[in-house]
């Protein structure tokens, strides 16, 4: 697995992907804390994001991310104007990666010099998904608009 992400980011997800709202706060601390501390010893990299399994969170876990070193925390629900955030623990994508209107929102975000998706590399099952993704990454690297950065830049301390 090192050599598969070399070069990526890691982000944190949990242990096991419990609906973190709804499980018990020392259990919601377990998940968040391990989770977090075998991805750095594993990587041997800092993890600064947190992603909230299903999205799922309240204030007790979003303290709980804070509290355990995260920079910010990403969720699921796509918003036309993500950034800045109200709250860097909640830090809204423009678009879920298989939108049917990834473009509009992608073109949309340009407003607010931030166009962030997501989604998971297992929903790809064919080769033709997996082309199509890197069409997708190839148009937006074309874009001369267009610049990559890492999200926790975002939220850095000036």
């Not at 594993?42 to 299903?54: E, I």
């Not at 993500?82 to 509009?104: G, I, K, Q």
């Not at 998904?129 to 190839?138: D, K, L, N, P």
């Amino acid at each position: 697995m090192r050599t598969v992400y070399d070069g990526f980011t890691i982000g944190n997800h949990s242990l096991t992907h419990p609906l973190l709202d709804q499980i018990p706060i020392e259990m919601a601390r377990r998940q968040i804390f391990e989770g977090r501390d075998r991805l750095q010893q594993f990587f041997a990299q800092p993890v600064r994001g947190f992603a909230y399994p299903f999205g799922a969170h309240n204030a007790a876990v979003r303290d709980l991310v804070r509290e355990a070193g995260h920079v910010y925390a990403r969720t699921t629900h796509s918003v036309a104007v993500p950034y800045p955030p109200a709250d860097v623990m909640v830090f809204d994508p423009c678009s879920y990666f298989l939108a049917p209107d990834f473009w509009s929102r992608y073109e949309n975000a340009k407003a607010c010099g931030v166009f962030y998706f997501w989604g998971h590399s297992y929903e790809m099952i064919t080769e033709a998904m997996w082309s199509a993704f890197e069409a997708m990454i190839a148009r937006i690297a074309a874009d001369p608009d267009a610049r990559w950065a890492e999200i926790e830049d975002l939220f850095a301390a000036p």
